[in-house]
C-alpha cells in the first residue's frame, strides 16, 4: 500500500484565493510529480521535482507554483485562483531505483473555483 | 497530437464476460504501465511490461506489449464488479524522456 497523502480532498473557494495543495510521502522517494487530471482527458504533468530543492515545470503550462525543501513534501501553490484551475490535482512519486519511473499516486484533491 | 490513444473510451459488461482494451501509439516506448483508477482515488500500477511481445498475468488479467513496442493490451477473464474503473496506460522512455506519457483510458463498468 502506498503511503502517499494529499490534503485537502475537496476544495471550493472564490476567484482570486490563494491556495496551497498539500502533498506528502512517507516512502522516502526521490521523485514527485503533479498531475492534472480533467474527465476525459490525459494525466498531464504540471510540476516534477527530482529531490530536495530540485523544481521543474511539466508539459502543461500551469500558473501555479511547487516548492522542495523536505524530500516527503510537495505543495503546490495558487497564488490567484481563477475558475480555469478547477480540475482534479494528482500527487505522485517514484522511487530513485525505478528503472521504469513507476508512479505512486495519492488520492487527489479536487479544486473547484467559483 | 496524442501519443497514446486508448479504446474503446466506454465499456460496459455483465459480469462474467470476457473483455480487452488496447493503448495503441505511433512512437516506440521503453516501457508501457498500466493502471486502474477507482472513483475519487488516485491510479494504482498494475503492471510494467518492457519487452516487446511479453505477456504478463495477473489473476485474471492478462497484459500483452506489441513486438514493437508501441501498443499493448489488457485481457481480463470473467469480469467482476470489482473491476469497475478507468484503466489507464502510460508509456515511458518515448524520445529518451523518463517522463511518463498517459493514454485518456478506457472506463469499465462490470454489471452484476
Known amino acids: 500500500e502506498a503511503d502517499i497523502y494529499q490534503t485537502p480532498r475537496y476544495l471550493v473557494i472564490g476567484t482570486g484565493k490563494k491556495i496551497t495543495l498539500e502533498c506528502s510521502q512517507t516512502?522516502?522517494?526521490?521523485?514527485m510529480y503533479w498531475y492534472q487530471q480533467d474527465p476525459g482527458m490525459e494525466l498531464h504533468l504540471i510540476h516534477y521535482?527530482?529531490?530536495?530543492?530540485?523544481?521543474e515545470k511539466g508539459d502543461l503550462s500551469s500558473e501555479s507554483t511547487v516548492s522542495r525543501i523536505r524530500t516527503e513534501h510537495f505543495p503546490l501553490t495558487l497564488e490567484s485562483a481563477r475558475p480555469s484551475h478547477t480540475s482534479q490535482y494528482l500527487c505522485?512519486?517514484?522511487?530513485?531505483?525505478?528503472?521504469?519511473?513507476?508512479?505512486?499516486f495519492g488520492p487527489g484533491t479536487r479544486l473547484t473555483v467559483l | 497530437t496524442q501519443l497514446l490513444e486508448q479504446s474503446p473510451q466506454f465499456l460496459s459488461i455483465q459480469e462474467g464476460e470476457n473483455l480487452t482494451v488496447y493503448c495503441n501509439s505511433s512512437?516506440?516506448?521503453?516501457?508501457l504501465q498500466w493502471y486502474r483508477q477507482e472513483p475519487g482515488e488516485g491510479p494504482v500500477l498494475l503492471v510494467t511490461?518492457?519487452?516487446?511481445?511479453e505477456v504478463k498475468k495477473l489473476k485474471r488479467l492478462t497484459f500483452q506489449f506489441g513486438d514493437a513496442r508501441k501498443d499493448s493490451s489488457l485481457h481480463i477473464t470473467a469480469a467482476q464488479p470489482g473491476d469497475t474503473g478507468l484503466y489507464l496506460c502510460?508509456?515511458?522512455?518515448?524520445?529518451?524522456?523518463?517522463?511518463?506519457?498517459f493514454g485518456k483510458g478506457t472506463k469499465l463498468t462490470v454489471n452484476p
Open positions: 505522485a512519486s517514484s522511487p530513485q531505483m525505478s528503472s521504469y519511473n513507476e508512479q505512486f
Open positions: 516512502m522516502g522517494h526521490d521523485k
Open positions: 521535482s527530482y529531490g530536495v530543492n530540485s523544481t
Open positions: 512512437s516506440v516506448f521503453s516501457s
Open positions: 511490461v518492457v519487452t516487446g511481445g
Open positions: 502510460a508509456g515511458g522512455g518515448q524520445g529518451g524522456s523518463e517522463k511518463l506519457v
